[in-house]
């Protein structure tokens, strides 16, 4: 198996959808679908099972997906060391969840003019860890959002957005222009993983225990939440696909935009990435 077509799998297993898959991969759709029915030729098994609808992982599927998290994080940590080893002048930035966020190409764009012999590596990251492999070395700076541990990092607030609760649109409470955290005690919420930073999960489940299906990434929420019911957050102003409404909750904590190196780090180019991230999330 090779690492792209890994790279390709976990792509289309986060996203559910081989088109989405394909815009995230900067690619069209016929070249991925075939590089999936190579792979699953190789495993001998289906790894989706394709509706009209959409896909689901199959049980060899999700396995799968599993180690290829894996194997893609340690060939992204050797790269990692590599670069380093060689003195490459590189610079891996952490982006959280699908790296939407209009800020992240105005500051790469204001990086690059600062710096233009320097090559800004991008690794996309799912909800599970909010320091986005900052703390296990895959990155030298992420663009997050708090709250999280902090211990051993600095953290520079870039902005604060208003947070709403995510719905289908024919949800009941989909139709109300507010809502309050004690209007959904009785909804069934997004949990991530046990090992996810537990300040993190606080957050994002309204300060509360709940109870609701495990997800790590973007569009598994918006499944459990188109085929489950299941509730969320997300900050305001993010477009959503037209089964879905976001819901202003005006008893919630802003979500912080953040950026985010490890304590005591003292690299150039790091540091005049995050001088340069306030500036550009100023204007």
Known sequence: MELRTLRYF???????HFGR??????????????????????????????STTGVTLTPVGAVLLDEARALLDHADRVRVRM??????????????GDGTDPGVARLAAAYRRNHPGVDILIRDTDLTDPTCGLRAGLVDVALTRAPFDETALTVRALRTDPVGVVLRADDPLARRDELRLAELRDRRWFQFPQDTDPIWQSYWNGGRLREGPVVRAVQECLQAVLRNGTVGLAPLGHD???????VPLIDMAP?????????????????????????????
């Open 255 to 283: 979500s912080r935009v953040v950026a985010v190196c490890n304590e005591g780090d003292t690299n150039p180019l790091t540091q005049s990435f995050i001088k340069i991230a306030t500036a550009t999330y100023r204007h």
């Open 21 to 50: 898959a394909a815009t995230r991969l900067h690619m069209s759709q016929p070249p991925l679908s075939r590089a999936i029915k190579q792979l699953e030729a190789e495993v001998g098994s289906l790894l989706f099972a394709r």
């Open 83 to 96: 670069s380093a080893a060689a003195g490459s002048a590189t610079i891996t930035v952490g982006i959280l």
């Open 10 to 16: 976990v792509a289309v297993a986060e996203e559910l």
């Open 240 to 246: 959503l696909p037209a089964e879905f409404t976001v």
